[in-house]
């Protein structure tokens, strides 16, 4: 996770200095701007940094404790065991999806990127390049975890063909609209 964090904003500072060295001297006001900017930005990467290896250093969670219950007829309580306890269920070919992957989600967060994007302005353009870099990143990782379960035979072929499709629709849709902003405020990356 350090890792990605790093290597993102060793993009964003790499794209901001190429900016940087391809800007006329007349605009030291939009160089100051764009500086603050990445200013905030990396002091909010700072803070996400600190609060990642704070998580990391938290002792797990407390596992419960069994419980008891009652039987409706009044017989004497019997101990019920802890969910680590059981069996783990019938392998199948394949199961139902653990879970929709965050689609819904990740598709709402496209549809803001996407018009955020649309009004970037050029003040704007590398906070929602960030933001994008970002949400393409957490795009990326769902992409991997639903390879993961299906190459675990946690979900069939054509639920793994529906997701991978959906997600590279959102992509391209994040991709789009990205290249749209660059080429109106004319941005060359």
């Given at each position: ?10 993009i964003g500072l790499a794209a901001a200095l190429l900016c ?57 309580p019997t101990a019920v065991s802890n969910v680590d306890t ?90 789009q609209a990205e290249d749209s902003m660059e080429y109106r ?5």
């Amino acid at each position: 996770m350090k890792g990605k964090i790093a290597i993102i904003l060793a993009i964003g500072l790499a794209a901001a200095l190429l900016c940087a060295c391809a800007q006329p001297k007349g605009q030291s006001a939009d160089m100051a701007a764009m500086q603050q900017q990445l200013d905030r930005q990396a002091a909010e990467l700072a803070a996400l940094q600190e609060e990642l290896a704070q998580a990391q250093q938290a002792p797990p969670p407390a596992q419960p404790a069994a419980s008891t219950s009652t039987v409706a007829s009044g017989a004497a309580p019997t101990a019920v065991s802890n969910v680590d306890t059981l069996p783990p269920p019938a392998a199948t070919e394949t199961q139902t999806p653990p879970a929709d992957y965050g689609l819904p989600g990740l598709t709402e967060r496209v549809e803001a990127m996407v018009a955020q994007m649309e009004t970037a302005t050029e003040q704007t353009l590398f906070d929602a390049l960030f933001e994008a870099k970002a949400l393409e990143n957490e795009i990326d990782a769902q992409d991997d975890a639903v390879e993961r379960d299906y190459r675990q035979n946690l979900i069939s072929r054509d639920d793994y063909r529906s997701i991978e499709r959906e997600l590279e629709l959102l992509e391209e849709r994040l991709n789009q609209a990205e290249d749209s902003m660059e080429y109106r405020l004319g941005y060359d990356d």
